[in-house]
């Protein structure tokens, strides 16, 4: 390499950036010592602007074309430098490419659920997610509030501090709604466009915007989702008898696919609750009759032994009474022959007289005394 070679290769003919990724904000171009040509060229394509600093001052910017870097294209720099005249020898200067266009695709969520107050359900936790737009407006402000003097400066950076600001705002959002939670997924669209402007105005200060915001979903937590579906389903079937049904019918068909005992005969006892249960839905209505009385409890007699008696006195049930108490009955008047008495065998309350084990012990009992004079 001749003398004359090396001293082209410090200096700068072009300066431009092509952007290999789709995740670069800012691009500082490398000049690494070189200085920039007095009459170099500057390409700054679509969705791109370049912006020239001198010792950490922001001086020109330049949008989209092909640009001679003179003294007429570097007013504010040529104030800078002091090239009040034109200037012939080389010049350095930091130049740094900032993406214009939109970058898309980036993610947000809430990592907590937001928790709002609903009419209906009361107090309800919501998370939601989506996606949104990042777009610069402001080079300048960008470069002086977030960027600084990082060389390559990516969505990625940025990505995590706008996140933290997304799910402040949809919090608020959400509570300030006043929508009841089942119509929030109708209202989406809505309250995304309005989360996108007061993005925008929020980040206004730092020379980006949010000109697009997507809410792809708002969901509850799984315990809430799942009494609704419960409660979705008694709305269909009509009642809670019918719900009843139904969920004995579920249970018979998730036995049926677990073959084996317990599966089995838990399918078996369900089917007959549910047999059961149709039988009685469509029995005709009847009314009700009264119950048996239960008998007493108690161990059977002793074999042999004589079977104590029940006596109707009064209108009252007495007894049991043992066969050797009737004498003391029968005198005391409490047993006479009309009394209804029952035994164990008897198929119904009869008067005394008319049982023959009774009629003798009446017969042996002597009438009461004529009065005296």
Same mark, same amino acid.
């Given at each position: 390499?001749?003398?004359?070679?090396?001293?082209?290769?410090?200096?700068?003919?072009?300066v431009?950036?092509?952007?290999?990724g789709?995740?670069?904000?800012v691009?500082?171009?490398?000049?690494?010592?070189?200085e920039i040509?007095?009459? !170099?060229?500057?390409?700054v394509?679509?969705g791109?602007?370049?912006?020239?600093?001198?010792?950490?001052?922001?001086?020109?910017?330049?949008?989209?074309?092909?640009?001679?870097?003179?003294?007429?294209?570097?007013?504010?720099?040529?104030t800078?430098?002091g090239?009040?005249?034109?200037?012939?020898?080389?010049?350095?200067?930091?130049?740094?490419?900032?993406?214009?266009?939109?970058?898309?695709?980036?993610?947000?969520?809430?990592?907590?659920?937001?928790?709002?107050?609903?009419?209906?359900?009361?107090?309800?936790?919501?998370?939601?997610?989506? *996606?949104? !737009?990042?777009?610069?407006?402001?080079p300048? +402000?960008?470069?002086?509030?977030?960027?600084?003097?990082?060389?390559?400066?990516?969505?990625?950076?940025v990505?995590?501090?706008?996140?933290?600001?997304?799910?402040s705002?949809?919090g608020?959002?959400? $509570?300030?709604?006043?929508?009841?939670?089942?119509?929030?997924?109708?209202?989406?669209?809505?309250?995304?466009?309005?989360? /996108?402007?007061?993005?925008?105005?929020?980040?206004?200060?730092?020379?980006?915007?949010?000109?697009?915001?997507?809410?792809?979903?708002?969901s509850?937590?799984?315990?809430?989702?799942? *009494?609704?579906?419960?409660?979705?389903?008694?709305?269909?079937?009509?009642?809670?008898?019918?719900?009843?049904?139904?969920?004995?019918?579920?249970?018979?068909?998730?036995?049926?696919?677990?073959?084996?005992?317990?599966g089995?005969?838990?399918?078996?006892?369900?089917?007959?609750?549910?047999?059961?249960?149709?039988?009685?839905?469509? !029995?005709?209505?009847?009314?009700?009759? /009264? $119950?048996?009385?239960?008998?007493?409890?108690?161990?059977?007699?002793?074999?042999?032994?004589? #079977?104590?008696?029940?006596?109707?006195?009064?209108?009252?049930?007495?007894?049991?009474?043992?066969?050797?108490?009737?004498?003391?009955?029968?005198?005391?008047?409490?047993?006479?022959?009309?009394?209804?008495?029952?035994?164990?065998?008897m198929?119904?309350?009869? *008067?005394?007289?008319?049982?023959p084990?009774?009629?003798?012990l009446?017969?042996?009992?002597?009438?009461?005394?004529?009065? #005296? +004079?």
């Amino acid at each position: 390499m001749g003398f004359m070679d090396k001293v082209r290769g410090q200096f700068i003919d072009i300066v431009e950036f092509l952007d290999d990724g789709r995740d670069t904000i800012v691009w500082r171009f490398p000049r690494q010592g070189n200085e920039i040509k007095n009459g !170099a060229k500057l390409v700054v394509r679509e969705g791109q602007v370049a912006v020239f600093v001198d010792e950490g001052q922001i001086a020109d910017v330049f949008t989209p074309g092909t640009h001679t870097l003179d003294t007429q294209n570097l007013p504010v720099l040529s104030t800078l430098k002091g090239w009040k005249y034109g200037f012939d020898s080389p010049f350095k200067a930091e130049v740094y490419f900032v993406g214009t266009r939109l970058y898309t695709d980036l993610k947000w969520g809430t990592q907590n659920p937001v928790t709002v107050r609903d009419a209906e359900f009361g107090m309800v936790r919501l998370r939601a997610f989506g *996606a949104y !737009a990042l777009q610069v407006v402001d080079p300048a +402000a960008l470069l002086r509030q977030l960027v600084g003097t990082d060389p390559d400066f990516r969505t990625d950076e940025v990505a995590e501090f706008l996140r933290q600001n997304i799910v402040s705002q949809v919090g608020t959002a959400l $509570a300030n709604s006043q929508l009841p939670m089942l119509d929030l997924a109708a209202q989406q669209q809505t309250i995304a466009a309005t989360l /996108a402007g007061t993005l925008t105005t929020s980040l206004a200060d730092m020379g980006v915007s949010i000109p697009k915001f997507v809410i792809e979903n708002i969901s509850l937590p799984p315990e809430v989702e799942a *009494a609704l579906d419960k409660r979705t389903q008694m709305g269909v079937l009509g009642s809670l008898d019918q719900y009843a049904k139904f969920q004995a019918a579920t249970a018979i068909g998730d036995a049926a696919t677990n073959p084996g005992g317990a599966g089995e005969g838990l399918g078996m006892g369900m089917g007959i609750a549910l047999g059961q249960q149709i039988a009685q839905a469509m !029995a005709p209505q009847t009314a009700p009759q /009264a $119950a048996p009385q239960a008998a007493a409890p108690g161990p059977p007699p002793l074999p042999g032994a004589a #079977q104590p008696w029940f006596l109707a006195v009064g209108g009252q049930q007495v007894g049991p009474v043992p066969a050797a108490d009737l004498p003391g009955r029968v005198a005391s008047g409490e047993l006479t022959a009309t009394t209804l008495v029952w035994q164990q065998g008897m198929t119904a309350w009869t *008067a005394a007289a008319e049982v023959p084990a009774l009629s003798a012990l009446l017969a042996a009992t002597p009438p009461p005394l004529p009065p #005296q +004079a």
